[in-house]
């Protein structure tokens, strides 16, 4: 007898399974905006599709920025598809002291008609569980503890839906990252080649500081969460993505992820969605 979990791929360890830190910029020789965006927005499609078949509730963490937007509209695509109740897709945000999450993902989930809800975290709340990841976890390196804090937070409003997250996009997307060639330059192109190895290299990997992370904060559930963006997949398919697909500008403004952006803008039909800086 077969559950849901036994077919849902939470993540994939890439960087275990494929050599990734070799350069390779001349795979990168897709540099439209518009066909990239396509492109990852059918690969997502798929990836949430999967994710989700046989499936008849879900969770969402949702941020309020462009990565965890995109995999909530499609996932809204789905559950619609599939005729799920209403309620049975649910957005859960972590909003910690003094952040904007939740002002910015209650926008998100009010234009796609999801189910929200917002976790307000005191200060005394954010150290608590600190305390309580630090202990799970045996470590108390800043960057673990800090991600693990969201999911100690949201982990009891989980449904028995799997849940879904907008991380590993900044891995391969480059999010966050600016370079400093010209961006209709071959050293453009080689530059975001090694910095996009280089951050998928040392993330995508079991191997890091905990490697058991997820089991040891969701003992019911990790089986379940998926990292919508680490799979080999979407990792092959960026791989092909040059400069041009991953910055432009708008309204003077350079912005990374470029491609992820107007592909939200397509699906959430709101363009203020995406232009959320980071």
Known sequence: HMTIDDHIVAREYVADLRDITDPAPELRVINDAQLAARMLE???RKRVDAALDGATSANILLSG?????????????????????????????INAPNSRDGE???????????????????DRDVRALA?????VLGTPELWEIAAAVPLLAAREHF??????????????????????????????????DVLIRTEAG????RQRLVPD?????????????????????????SSTFGPGALYGVRD??????????????????????????K
């Not at 350079?254 to 803008?265: N, P």
């Open 213 to 237: 992370f997820y089991e040891l904060l969701l003992p019911d559930s990790h089986t379940r969460h998926v990292d919508v963006f680490q799979t080999v997949a979407l990792w092959e398919l």
């Open 42 to 44: 059918d690969a997502i």
């Open 159 to 192: 449904n028995r839906g799997p849940t879904l997250t907008g991380s590993g996009a900044d891995a391969i997307l480059a999010g966050g990252k600016f370079l400093e060639h010209s961006l209709d330059s071959s050293d453009a192109t080689a530059e975001l």
């Open 131 to 135: 305390v309580a990841a630090k202990a």
């Open 65 to 93: 920025g462009v990565d965890s937007i995109v995999v909530a509209a499609v996932a809204v695509e789905v559950a619609r598809r599939c005729a799920w109740r209403p309620d049975a897709l649910q957005a859960l945000t």
């Open 202 to 205: 040392a993330n995508f990997r």
């Open 252 to 277: 003077g403004e350079v912005w990374d992820k470029y491609d992820l952006r107007l592909a939200c803008a397509v699906l959430t039909g709101d363009s203020s969605l995406a232009w959320v800086p």
């Open 104 to 122: 910015r993902a209650s926008h998100a989930a009010s234009v796609l008609g999801l189910r929200h809800r917002v976790i307000d975290l005191t």
